[in-house]
Antibody, heavy 122, light 106 residues
Framework: QVQLVQSGAEVKKPGASVKVSCKAS????????VHWLRQAPGQRPEYMGW????????RSSQKFQDRVTITRDTSANTAYLELNSLTSEDTAVYYC???????????????WGQGTKVTVSS | DIQMTQSPSSLSASVGDRVTITCQAS??????LNWYQQKPGKAPKLLIY???NLETGVPSRFSGSGSGTHFSFTISSLQPEDIATYYC?????????FGQGTRLEI
């Protein structure tokens, strides 16, 4: 079945970086844009950016532009999110999600990863 | 950024009730509005896309309507398994934004 499986929970110290992976299966990885979002406790989901796995081009929200890197490995059907200069405000569950149609890059999210909890604490 | 405002923030209803949630966008977004259900500890689940289209496999008691700036989401007959938080989300103008959520209780 179509699914996205994310890497496990992380605990990081302030100032560190975190890299979360998202492995796709059950569909052609390069055919659908993958987005990254996060959700702090008790808050709404927050969009961070996306990658076109075919071309490798990305776009990030202005809020995270200086700190986020989104990449992919097509041989492993995996997308990655790296966030730098972590603070306690980055404590959240991070999700990858697939858009429901191949084009355009912005659409509803029909498949979600299970989420990766990132805790930033000294 | 487009602001999405949901109403109410929380709602208590009984099994069998008809429940309606509204979502207002700060500017027109055509029909690029989606609705999600999220249960504790789980990822959001897509229920309605493009304002009124039922996602495959979603029960027909869920429906959506609206366009422009005003949208609504309805559960025609509330079931116990519908207890969750519901979010609207626009994908017309980046950055994608979500409403603050409606917590549904029985």
């Amino acid at each position: 079945q179509v699914q996205l499986v994310q890497s496990g929970a992380e605990v990081k110290k302030p100032g560190a970086s975190v890299k979360v992976s998202c492995k796709a299966s059950g569909y052609t990885f390069t055919a659908y844009t993958v987005h990254w979002l996060r959700q702090a406790p008790g808050q709404r989901p927050e969009y961070m950016g996306w990658i076109n796995p075919d071309r490798g081009n990305t776009r990030s929200s202005q809020k995270f532009q200086d700190r986020v890197t989104i990449t992919r490995d097509t041989s492993a059907n995996t997308a990655y999110l790296e966030l730098n200069s972590l603070t306690s405000e980055d404590t959240a569950v991070y999700y990858c999600a697939r858009v429901r149609r191949p084009h355009p890059p912005y659409d509803a999210y029909d498949v979600w990863g299970q989420g990766t909890k990132v805790t930033v604490s000294s | 950024d487009i602001q999405m405002t949901q109403s109410p923030s929380s709602l208590s209803a009984s099994v069998g009730d008809r429940v309606t949630i509204t979502c207002q966008a700060s500017q027109g977004i055509s029909n690029y509005l989606n609705w999600y259900q999220q249960k504790p500890g789980k990822a959001p689940k897509l229920l309605i896309y493009d304002a009124s289209n039922l996602e495959t496999g979603v029960p027909s008691r869920f429906s959506g309507s609206g366009s422009g700036t005003h949208f609504s989401f309805t559960i025609s007959s509330l079931q116990p398994e519908d207890i969750a938080t519901y979010y609207c989300q626009q994908h017309d103008f980046p950055p994608i934004t979500f409403g603050q959520g409606t917590r549904l209780e029985i």
